[in-house]
């Protein structure tokens, strides 16, 4: 990681506490709320790479991080990975749009906005999940 980039991170903290501070700060109901948790979120997920960064820099840490880099980047050109990760992202796609339905008929029988929220978070969600799973199944499978 560049020095510019280790800089921007910390701009990235910087500027999470400042949306935290105007979550606290402002009263416009839920949005400081929402305010807040986000400013949190932008914070944390910049002072976890930095975390990150540091403890992959250490000496007695380099050398493995190195070697996993380089295993990432062989995997990455890898013919059968990509296909296999183009296979499971398509598959993950099909079965979230039919959540996606799915939920938007649900939300529609309970007559909620809530709920379509939560369908469509947990749709999102699996989706992810979905694709690990695939991929890691698929890997196997060859």
Partial sequence: MKKR???LLVVYIIIGAAVMLAGL?????????????GGFAFSLS????LV????HM??????KYQEKLHQQQIDLKDERK??????????AWAAT???CFAGAFAASLFQGNA???????GAAAAEYVGATVIYKYLCRKM
């Fill in 5 to 7: 980039d280790r800089m």
């Fill in 25 to 37: 700060l402002s009263d416009i109901g839920r949005y400081s709320s929402m305010l807040f948790a």
């Fill in 46 to 49: 910049s002072f976890l790479q």
């Fill in 52 to 55: 990150r960064y540091w403890y």
């Fill in 58 to 63: 250490r000496p007695e840490n380099r050398e």
């Fill in 82 to 91: 990509v296909q296999l990760r183009h296979r499971a992202g398509y598959i």
């Fill in 97 to 99: 749009m039919i959540l």
């Fill in 115 to 121: 709920q379509l929220v939560f369908v469509l978070f």
